[in-house]
DNA sequence: CCGGATCCAGTCCGATACTG
DNA sequence: CAGTATCGGACTGGATCCGG
């Protein structure tokens, strides 16, 4: 928690935290996309892990998205591809430096959707138990 | 910073962040949304907006994008909502304590944006341009 | 075993117009 | 001011087949 005062700091938009709200989405292109972050996790636990693995790892990933997930985050500089000249043929998976510092927002995010993720649950229905009412008065 | 070692963890999957990918994938289909990581730090900074001062806040965001974020959290209880009867109308949003917890990751995602954005831009640079020697070749 | 290529349904999202 | 409704284009992502 290197920030002091994070919470609840009445200070304007645009004081400390200076990064401006278009790097920050481009960044969360990508890194907000669900696979990448469930990838690069799976690769902070496993360092290298091939492709098959990463597909049973990932759970409800299709061939094709993995695929695409795993060539956006080297293009990102976040993962190393390595290609093994077998038969048959061989490609392990591996985050990068880069892909390392990566970590531990993702693990925080990680870990808020383990301490949460009922609450959330809980208060979606009570939302839509609230608007099943409206709906009976209509 | 609750969780001590999160970094290169070396441990199996399955073992101490025991988070199932399911409930993750769940949560990172509200949380991994672009807008709603927006829109949430932009009020952890300034506890109470309008809709119109968001709107102007979080930059790129459309209408009907703001509208939808703000009511899919504050359906995830992330968020409240209070309308004022005036005329004309003002309607204001905040965090809920739920959605407060929040910031902690999202400003770490936030943080490491603002520190490896640059790298990451770098990365992709690279990529494409040694795709661009290859396509040359051919 | 890894992954490229193609096809196609579903979804998202911006623009626009309209209401309380 | 703060939405809702509708439309149409763009993109996403799964299924399948094929190649190295």
Redesign the interface.
């Known amino acids: 928690?290197?920030?002091p005062g994070?919470?609840?700091?009445?200070?304007?938009?645009s004081s400390g935290?200076?990064?401006t709200?278009?790097?920050?989405?481009?960044?969360?292109?990508?890194?907000?996309?669900?696979w990448s972050?469930?990838v690069v996790?799976?690769l902070?636990?496993?360092?290298r892990m091939r492709f098959s693995e990463l597909r049973r790892?990932?759970?409800?990933v299709s061939q094709r998205m993995l695929t695409l997930t795993l060539r956006n985050l080297?293009?990102?500089?976040?993962v190393n591809r390595t290609i093994f000249a077998e038969v048959p043929p061989r490609v392990e998976y591996e985050l990068t430096a880069?892909g390392?510092?990566?970590?531990?927002?993702i693990?925080?995010?990680?870990?808020?959707?383990?301490?949460?993720?009922n609450?959330?649950a809980?208060?979606?229905e009570?939302?839509?138990a609230s608007r099943e009412q409206e709906i009976e008065r209509a």
């Open positions: 928690m290197p920030r994070s919470q609840t700091s009445l200070e304007p938009p935290r200076s990064t709200c278009t790097a920050m989405s481009d960044i969360l292109n990508r890194i907000g996309d669900k972050v469930m996790a799976q902070g636990n496993n360092t790892a990932v759970d409800g080297e293009r990102d500089g976040l880069l390392e510092t990566l970590l531990e927002p693990y925080a995010l990680w870990d808020w959707a383990g301490a949460h993720g609450d959330v809980a208060a979606r009570r939302y839509d």
